[in-house]
């Protein structure tokens, strides 16, 4: 039978309470586990590159629609730039496979709020981490509500992570495809009129005259709007949802 006197004596016993209540943080264990298994996994399993492609396109051009939400145009000192949206993104990583991609606020300073978001690809194990930072002050120096931080929080995630995810995956892989549904996003001469239309209305009740529109276009009036002009309204379009830029800033 023991009693107090066969238990082990450290001195201080109160620095035994310590070690021994002292909480033991195995997320990091656990997060290391899970990866090296998803490793192995995709290892096993290694991607198919045409099965990639094809999966991929099959998705963006299920529909004219879901193609015009596939890329963004921005004006920037006179040119125009463009490139893969948002929605692209989530497309392209749902058929690449042996991936993971996560995006999260890491700050908030009142003036700015920053996001970061890293994309792994396992198969490859290459691995980017990319920081997304947006104002969310007005013209006036007001910081926005709650409500609109959130809103602009969610958008530099979305920006973060569509970045990161094309530094992972090589542009030489998702150009075929972004040609392809540019191309399908165009549509053809019949169906001109009534896009261009639905465009252009789309901008006015967002508050924008038709004078700022034919000046970022470069025309004089809708009828001069062909089908580059058209997808140049419709990538505006994507920009703005997606929080690439403002109202202000597309049309001036």
């Known amino acids: 039978m023991s009693n107090d006197n066969d238990l082990p004596t450290f001195g201080d016993e109160s620095n035994l309470a310590v070690e021994h209540f002292r909480p033991v943080n195995n997320l990091d264990v656990i997060i ?6 998803q490793i192995s996994t995709a290892k096993a399993y290694p991607r198919s590159l045409k099965a990639f492609k094809s999966r991929a396109l099959s998705m963006a051009t299920l529909d004219m629609q879901t193609a015009e939400m596939c890329f963004y145009t921005l004006p920037r000192g006179g040119k125009t ?18 991936i993971r991609a996560a995006a999260r606020i890491i700050g908030n300073d009142r003036k700015t709020i920053t996001a970061q978001a890293i994309c792994h690809d396992l198969e490859n194990n290459v691995s980017i981490t990319i920081e997304v930072k947006r104002r969310i002050t007005d013209k006036h120096g007001r910081t926005y509500n709650e409500d609109m931080q959130v809103v602009t929080g969610n958008a530099a995630c979305a920006i973060a992570l569509r970045n990161s995810i094309f530094k992972v995956i090589p542009m030489a892989y998702t150009k075929e495809l972004y040609d392809q549904i540019k191309s399908v996003a165009a549509g053809d001469i019949s169906t001109l009129s009534d896009r261009r239309i639905k465009a252009l209305k789309h901008f006015k009740d967002m508050g924008v005259g038709y004078d700022r529109i034919y000046s970022v276009l470069g025309v004089q009036s809708d009828l001069d709007i062909d089908q580059d ?15 690439d830029t403002t109202l202000e800033e597309a049309f001036p």
């Open 229 to 243: 002009g058209l997808l140049k309204l419709i990538g505006l379009a994507n920009a703005l949802r997606d929080g």
């Open 81 to 98: 730039i463009e490139g893969p949206s948002v929605r692209l993104a989530e497309i392209v990583l749902a058929s690449w496979q042996n």
């Open 32 to 37: 290391k586990s899970e990866i090296d298994i």
